[in-house]
């Protein structure tokens, strides 16, 4: 009988599920440093080696089954790198003498820029120099690409550019107190590109890991802790895992509670993200994400507004005096009841000023206002499908000449909007098995606002 274990058999099957694709990383220079500079600190992984995936990119694939409930991985305490790393380190007595305390997070990330120039001479260089050299969260996204996100989240992605430069700027003085440690000018070494780098090591990469509240830091929680080499593992929504630091072992470990196949890339889960969220916060976004939803701002409710309605004013102090003009979205099942009884509402005629606050507690309306609202949220639907319409129609044309961050920046861009359509598209047709056979389709080329 034929072995059919091989190498191409595997690949077959492999290509039949409709697996990723994988090349190991394990043979190449820095990962081997990794692995070395881990193992003298009491680390070591038989079962996970590095790999890079045609969908995820950089991660870790098993080399044998991870059965469920196994220990993934076992990271010891002296390979996560803390505020007690920090402390501890050339740069403890500088942090310790300042006033007012610098946060946990400008601690990390001021130890970060300095390793990093440090190069060779660091203590953390291997794990420095698997870093990613850039980031795809908005925070790296020019102006051009940033119009690009939908409304909602180009105002959060706004606001956290806002908050970074101002973490920056405020940082400033204790930067300069550090200038005795290089023999450099410290305005060379930690400049908001270098800033920006190890805000986003930090932001996309710690762990939760609460420490005992140190006196020279600030009251900020301190609550993170980069871990190297585990944090080479990629995000799945439908992956379960516990994670956390183990007192016993003095380990910060991740058990797998479905298992991983062998050959295949072994995933965790940071939590119950919509892709919006992922892409703010970690600069990608997850096909298929059961946690996805395309949300309405308040701004866009205009498009299917009655602007004769006298009570229009009054009904949205109301919404808004109810905290219901939040959380509006479009999901796979359709528009979210929150969003369809705020519609309901702003439905209703002057005569049913009564029934406002039953209404927000889930009545039921007349069928002559449920229709109405059922428009009302078919327009919603295809001005958001507009819009990202038009965004993936200008895609080509910006990518034409872009330099490989901002293809990145663009693919991710690229990748939210498709995500959001099919959820769109799957809400039309949600939309439409609600109304009467006999009323028509809602047409596309609604009429746009502006926002």
């Known amino acids: 009988m034929k072995n059919s274990s091989g190498r191409r058999s595997r690949k077959k099957r492999r ?35 590095p790999a890079s995936f045609s969908d995820t990119g950089r991660g870790l694939m098993a080399t044998k089954p991870i059965k469920a409930n196994d220990l993934l991985i076992s990271l010891p305490e002296r390979c996560l790198l803390t505020t007690g790393t920090v402390l ?11 006033q007012p305390p610098v946060s946990p997070l400008v601690a990390l990330c001021s130890f ?25 969260c908005p925070v790296y996204f020019s102006d051009d690409i940033m119009e690009l996100l939908p409304y909602g989240l180009q105002n959060k992605a706004a606001d956290q550019r806002e908050q970074f430069q101002e973490l920056y700027s405020s940082s400033q003085p204790f930067f300069l107190s550090l200038q005795p440690l290089f023999t450099q000018p410290i305005e060379d070494l930690f400049t908001q590109d270098a800033f920006r780098w190890a805000w986003s090591s930090v932001n996309t990469r710690t762990v939760y890991m609460e420490h005992v509240q140190s006196d ?21 929504p439908k992956v379960q895992v516990e994670a956390g630091f183990n007192k016993l072992t003095r380990c910060y470990e991740i058990r797998s509670i479905q298992g991983c196949r062998k050959f295949q890339q072994a995933f965790i889960c940071y939590g119950p993200h919509d892709n919006q969220r992922l892409l703010l916060e970690y600069g990608f976004v997850a096909p298929g994400n059961q946690h996805s939803v395309v949300y309405v701002d308040v701004g ?22 109810n905290d219901f003009l939040k959380n509006l979205t479009f999901g796979i099942d359709g528009p979210s009841w929150r969003l369809m009884t705020v519609l309901k509402l702003l439905s ?43 965004v993936l129609k200008r895609l080509p044309q910006l990518k034409d000449g872009a330099d490989q961050a901002q293809l990145e920046q663009l693919g991710v861009v690229e ?29 596309d080329g609604i009429r746009k606002t502006e926002r």
């Not at 039949?16 to 680390?43: I, M, N, Q, Y």
């Not at 050339?90 to 942090?95: K, T």
């Not at 006298?310 to 919404?319: A, D, E, I, S």
């Open 15 to 49: 290509k039949k599920r409709g697996d990723a694709c994988s090349v190991t990383l394990s043979h190449e220079a820095p990962f081997v440093s990794l692995r070395r500079w881990l193992e003298k600190k009491g680390f070591s992984s038989r079962y996970l080696i």
């Open 88 to 98: 501890k380190s050339y740069m403890g007595e500088y942090i310790k003498r300042w």
């Open 112 to 136: 970060l820029i300095a390793e990093r120039h440090f190069g060779d001479a660091s203590e953390w260089g291997p794990y420095i120099e698997v870093l990613p050299k850039s980031y795809t």
């Open 216 to 236: 020279f830091l600030s009251r900020e929680k301190d609550v993170l802790a980069l871990a190297p080499y585990l944090d080479l593992l990629n995000h799945c």
């Open 300 to 321: 866009l409710l205009k498009v299917c507004l009655n602007e004769g309605d006298k009570q229009l004013r009054q009904k949205l102090l109301f919404l808004k005096d």
């Open 348 to 390: 209703l005629k002057p005569e049913q000023y009564a029934s406002w606050k039953s209404v927000l507690l889930g009545a039921a309306v007349s069928q002559d206002t449920e229709e109405r609202c059922i428009h009302k949220a078919q327009m919603l639907c295809q001005h958001l499908s507009d819009d990202n319409i038009s």
């Open 415 to 443: 990748g939210l909007r498709r995500e959001e359509q099919a959820i769109l598209e799957r809400s039309k047709e949600v939309l439409q098995s609600l109304l009467p056979e006999s009323l028509p389709r809602q047409q």
